[in-house]
């Protein structure tokens, strides 16, 4: 089992950044994939980013790409989440996930291991 504990989030004018982390505990960290995704009020969970057990596939939704970095350091076991140019519509609560099968999915129903996540408010 793998525990995941987000840090990061904060509120954040339209056009600034933010880089998430999210920290793991448990054995085998570099045996997962890892994956950020978000949830705003009165909407499914989404996939932001994904990234395999040893960087070699990532995987943007299309609302981020050119803006969000997904970055992994198994020898720390962190994986982060650098987000630029930061729209209203990034606003929602952002959730670290593990996958032991680095199946690729995009579906929360494909990662076994989720934090509490961390609160992104995009706002001026």
């Known amino acids: 089992q793998v525990q995941l504990v987000e840090s990061g989030g904060e509120l954040v004018q339209p056009g600034g950044s933010l880089r998430l982390s999210c920290a793991a505990s448990?054995?085998?960290?570099?045996?997962?994939?890892l994956g950020w995704f978000r949830q705003a009020p009165g909407k499914d969970g989404v996939l932001v980013a994904g990234?395999?057990?040893?960087?070699?596939?990532?995987d943007y939704a299309d609302s981020g790409k050119g803006r969000f970095t997904i970055a992994r350091d198994n020898d720390e076991s962190t994986v982060s989440l650098q987000m630029n140019n930061l729209k209203p519509e990034d606003t929602a609560r952002y959730y670290c996930?593990?996958?032991?099968?680095?199946?690729?999915?995009?579906?929360?129903?494909?990662?076994?291991?989720w934090g509490q996540g961390t609160q992104v408010t995009v706002s001026s």
């Open positions: 996930a593990a996958d032991p099968r680095d199946s690729g999915s995009r579906s929360t129903q494909g990662w076994d291991y």
């Open positions: 448990g054995r085998a960290f570099r045996l997962y994939a």
């Open positions: 990234i395999s057990r040893n960087s070699g596939r990532t």
